[in-house]
Structure formats: C-alpha cells, structure tokens
C-alpha cells in the first residue's frame, strides 16, 4: 500500500519561528510536491522537486523553502513563521514524467499565533 | 494560479440521489484528473481522464470532458452517506510540466 507521511498533524508555533515540515514517501517516486490549502481557494503549489537535491517554485514560494537531500524526504521551511502562514499543508508524490496521479499525505494543520 | 474552478460550491442530497458537479479551466490541458477529500485529510485520486477522451467510468464515478468548451463533469450514482467529501478536479496544462492545477472544490454532502 502507498504511503506519504508527513511528521506532524497539528504544529502550533509562535510568530518569528523557524517551522520545518517533513514529509517521506515509501514509493520511490522522483516527483514531490508542497501545496498548502486555504478555504475558498483550492490547493495552490508552493514547491515542487523532480529529483534528489532539485527543486522549483510553484505559485506562491515567498516565505517558504524547501530541502530534498534524499529520494524519499521532502521538507518544507519557514524561515520565520507569519501568521498569514497559518493554513493546511499537503505533500504530495508522483512518479516520473507526465503526471498521472498524486498520492498525498494526511496534511499537517499549522497554527501561527 | 488556479487553473479549474468547481461549480457548485456546495451540494447537499439525500442517500441515493445522484450528485453532478462542474469544473472548468482556462488553458489546454494534458489531462484532468479529480480528488475527493474527507474532512481534514489528504487528497484521494479518483480518476484520470485524457484530453483526448470524451467519458470515463470507474464504479459509481462517471467524467465527461469537453475540451472545446473547457469544462469537466463528475457524476457520482446513488450516492452514499460515506461520499460525503470535498471534490476537487484538477488540471495538468500541456505547458506546465507535471504541475496540478487545482480548482476551490465542491463540498457534497450526503444525508442519510
């Protein structure tokens, strides 16, 4: 059974922090994904990686990084956590080439305060 | 950006009813694909359709595409309390490399 994890279910941090978000795929997939969900307004693309030690912006990366050093680890960062970053966050993979299907984890709920 | 956008919002029907919902998108596509998420979980693909395909089944699932008017539908039959989900379709553009574009979503709610 395919599995993405992500490290935490609900983070709540304090303005000014350093936040990072772990997520580990066990399918060997080359492509990975951070979305982060707000209500009304769908998922939209934060980063994404298509190889160990690659990565590229998606929509909306400011405020935000990311670090692949292994195959099936994915973190994302928040170099100092603003409460405009409080929201749900999805790690997602896929395998190579055109994507066909994403497979995602549970989400991590982060509270800024 | 947000590429789909769902319509509707939201829909409430009772168990048994079937439940259509819309999506459209701006640019051309690879492919549509949509998800369904249960309340604050992760994303589930439920089906993939090509641009160059027309209607496609999966068990009580049914996706037409009309590339020529941009625009997608899902059609869940004699639905279950358990359907009760958000469904988001989401688009992979023929120039945007492997990135989904995802729409806001339509909350279905199936009562019993």
């Known amino acids: 059974d395919v599995k993405v994890t992500q490290s935490s279910r609900y983070l709540v941090k304090r303005t000014g922090e350093k936040v990072f978000l772990e997520c580990v795929q066990d399918m060997d997939h080359e492509n990975m994904f951070w979305y982060r969900q707000d209500p009304g307004l769908g998922l939209r693309l934060i980063y994404f990686s298509y190889d160990v030690k690659m990565k590229e912006k998606g929509d909306i990366p400011e405020g935000y990084s990311v670090s692949r050093e292994k195959k099936e680890r994915f973190s994302l960062i928040l170099e100092s956590a603003s409460t405009n970053q409080t929201s749900m966050y999805l790690c997602?993979?896929?395998?190579?080439?055109?994507?066909?299907?994403?497979?995602f984890g549970p989400g991590t709920r982060l509270t800024v305060t | 950006s947000q590429q789909g956008e769902e319509d509707p919002q939201a829909l409430s029907i009772q168990e048994g009813e079937n439940a259509t919902m819309n999506c459209s998108y701006k640019t051309s596509i690879n492919n549509l694909q949509w998800y369904r998420q249960n309340s604050g979980r992760g994303l589930v693909h439920l089906i993939l359709?090509?641009?160059?395909?027309r209607e496609k089944h999966s068990g009580r699932l049914r996706v037409t595409l009309d590339t020529s008017k941009k625009s997608s539908s899902l059609l869940i039959t004699a639905s279950r309390a358990a359907d009760t989900a958000s469904y988001f379709c989401a688009t992979i553009g023929t120039d945007s490399w492997g990135k989904l574009q995802f729409g806001a979503g339509t909350q279905v709610v199936v009562t019993p």
């Open positions: 997602a993979s896929s395998s190579g080439g055109i994507i066909y299907e994403q497979y």
């Open positions: 359709i090509r641009s160059n395909e």
